[in-house]
């Protein structure tokens, strides 16, 4: 089976720190995808990676940043924590785009104070 | 560009009774069809996916939908609803990147 981990399940942090959720795949896959879910929006996409160091904007790139040093990890960064960053945070992974479905890691919790 | 409209943000049924979820899709291009099941604190599970090929799918735990493009619908199905099924539900269209929905919560009474 495909597992996507996540490096926290709940983070509680101050304004301004910066933050690091990491995100680690298991299966080889090339393509892997930061979003985030809030009540009533569904899933909104910050950004993805296609390849290592590769990386796309998604819709909402504003006060994050990735990383993809390797093609198992990816790591969603806030630069400068705010209020409205509160929020749940999901991690997939898929082998390829368009026709494959994207496996989920089980979530992170964040709440910036 | 492509897009997804669930309807009805909030579903009620009786164990036993049918479960109809609706998702509407708008895509400029053929599209892959997705169904995500997410059960509380979990992340997303896939239920069922539409490619190509047959329009009624099947998926996990009794869960199926018809991709039916003249509607552009892809409505999740279940014939009899058990308690384990309360979870939200998301509707995803695909091409290049992931569209899903805003998600159905489904509550199964007793």
């Known amino acids: 089976d495909v597992k996507v981990t996540q490096s926290s399940r709940y983070l509680v942090k101050r304004t301004g720190e910066k933050v690091f959720l990491e995100c680690v795949q298991d299966?080889?896959?090339?393509?892997m995808f930061w979003y985030r879910q809030d009540p009533g929006l569904g899933l909104r996409l910050i950004y993805f990676s296609y390849d290592v160091k590769m990386k796309e904007k998604g819709d909402i790139p504003e006060g994050y940043s990735v990383s993809r040093e390797k093609k198992e990890r990816f790591s969603l960064i806030l630069e400068s924590a705010s209020t409205n960053q509160t929020s749940m945070y999901l991690c997939a992974s898929s082998p390829g785009l368009l026709r494959y479905e994207q496996y989920f890691g089980p979530g992170t919790r964040l709440t910036v104070t | 560009a492509q897009s997804v409209t669930q309807l009805g943000s909030h579903v009620s049924v009786s164990e036993g009774a049918l479960v109809l979820l609706r998702c509407n899709y708008s895509s400029s291009v053929p599209p892959y069809l997705f169904w995500y099941v997410q059960y509380p604190n979990q992340g997303l599970q896939l239920l069922l996916k539409?490619?190509?090929?047959?329009?009624l799918v099947k998926g996990i735990n009794g869960f199926e939908a018809e991709f039916k493009k003249s509607e552009t619908s892809f409505h999740l199905t279940k014939p009899s609803a058990h308690m384990s099924d309360a979870a939200e539900y998301f509707c995803?269209?695909?091409?290049?990147?992931?569209?899903f929905g805003a998600g159905t919560r489904l509550t199964v009474k007793p």
């Open positions: 995803a269209v695909s091409g290049p990147d992931m569209r």
């Open positions: 539409y490619t190509t090929g047959a329009t």
């Open positions: 299966m080889d896959h090339e393509n």
